[in-house]
């Protein structure tokens, strides 16, 4: 028996599950959308944190399949081709891990 299913055997254990769901994914998300506008990947951290939270909130998996369609066709209208995207999202990742490491050491 894993750890959820465990929880998960009483009523009080559910809500206790959903809680813990969703403060890990709401604080993801938020990170997310700060990361948005500051430096890193903020759309693959708010999108990992909509996929937490769609384990157990049906309504988050629905933002999140709007939230990738939406990202799909602002990719789309910038007209770069498919490496350079990616290239540009790994480089802002690898970029958003150095300046972590940086400032941690400090």
């Known amino acids: 028996m894993n750890l959820r299913s465990w929880i998960k055997k009483t009523q009080a254990g559910r809500i206790v599950w959903r809680v813990i769901i969703g403060v890990i994914g709401g ?9 948005l506008i500051g430096p890193g990947p903020g759309i693959l951290i708010l999108l990992a944190g ?3 939270l769609a384990t157990e909130f049906a309504w988050a998996g ?7 369609e ?3 066709k602002a990719a789309e209208r ?10 540009l999202i790994s480089g802002g990742a690898v970029v958003s891990i150095i300046t972590i490491f940086i400032y941690y050491s400090r």
Request: zero cysteines; glycine letters at 12%.
């Open 78 to 87: 910038t007209g770069m081709k498919p490496w350079v995207k990616y290239f």
């Open 70 to 72: 939406l990202a799909a």
């Open 27 to 35: 604080g993801i998300t938020a990170a997310g959308s700060v990361a």
């Open 50 to 52: 909509l996929g937490i």
């Open 62 to 68: 629905r933002v999140m399949m709007k939230t990738k």
